[in-house]
């Protein structure tokens, strides 16, 4: 046996450890943008005088950042009426990550597991639609809501093995559930 390498076996053999460096450097980016967005969050609680404490999480390369608090109902008014303070507040918190490292942001921020909540319901909702286009084998049309929400619809939709797309324009964006 020869102690030389085609240039492919090189590439192969080096090709794992490469790919951890790269698994590598994605998380510890995460994990920068999290503790960024967390002072800024921690700065946004000191402002509101609110009291809550804040998690970080790093799943799949995406940061996860959880206020939670101590006393029921104390953070509502930061998630507000169906979540429209806490979307917004996602969007100020990606754009502070912005701002401070010139990277965008895909991080998601939860505020008294509201997007958990969120997250049961749009499964059932997805799995109820699913349901009806496999009984059907028509087409099913959801009611609109934000780009958080549909992601996670088309994701169970792709789970059940189904297509989904989303259709219509600003607020009216909803998503259709395809027959296979």
Same mark, same amino acid.
């Given at each position: 046996?020869? @102690?030389?390498?085609?240039?492919?076996?090189?590439?192969?053999?080096?090709?794992?450890?490469? *790919?951890?460096?790269?698994?590598? !450097?994605? !998380?510890? @980016?995460?994990?920068?943008?999290? @503790?960024?967005?967390?002072?800024?969050?921690?700065?946004?609680?000191?402002? /509101?005088?609110? +009291?809550? +404490?804040? +998690?970080?999480?790093?799943?799949?390369?995406?940061?996860?950042?959880? #206020?939670?608090?101590? !006393?029921?109902?104390?953070?509502?008014?930061?998630?507000?009426?169906?979540? $429209? #303070?806490?979307?917004?507040? *996602?969007?100020?918190?990606?754009?502070?990550?912005?701002? @401070?490292?010139? $990277?965008?942001?895909?991080?998601?921020?939860?505020?008294? /597991?509201?997007?958990?909540? *969120? /997250?049961?319901?749009?499964? %059932?909702?997805?799995?109820?639609?699913?349901?009806?286009? %496999?009984?059907?084998?028509?087409?099913?049309?959801?009611?609109?809501?934000?780009?958080?929400?549909?992601? *996670?619809?088309?994701? #169970?939709?792709?789970?059940?093995?189904?297509?989904?797309?989303?259709?219509? $324009?600003?607020?009216?964006?909803?998503?259709? #559930?395809?027959?296979?």
């Amino acid at each position: 046996m020869s @102690e030389t390498s085609t240039p492919n076996e090189v590439l192969d053999d080096e090709a794992p450890e490469a *790919q951890d460096a790269v698994e590598f !450097e994605a !998380e510890e @980016e995460a994990v920068d943008e999290g @503790e960024i967005a967390a002072d800024y969050l921690e700065e946004l609680l000191d402002i /509101g005088d609110f +009291d809550g +404490d804040i +998690d970080i999480e790093v799943r799949n390369g995406r940061t996860y950042l959880s #206020v939670v608090a101590e !006393e029921d109902h104390a953070l509502d008014s930061l998630v507000g009426r169906d979540g $429209e #303070v806490l979307d917004a507040l *996602q969007e100020l918190t990606r754009l502070a990550v912005l701002a @401070e490292t010139g $990277e965008r942001s895909r991080l998601i921020l939860d505020i008294a /597991g509201h997007r958990a909540e *969120q /997250g049961g319901r749009l499964k %059932k909702l997805a799995e109820k639609a699913i349901a009806e286009v %496999k009984e059907s084998g028509e087409s099913v049309a959801l009611d609109p809501m934000s780009p958080y929400e549909r992601k *996670q619809v088309h994701d #169970v939709v792709a789970e059940a093995g189904l297509t989904s797309e989303s259709e219509g $324009e600003g607020s009216k964006r909803h998503v259709v #559930v395809l027959p296979s």
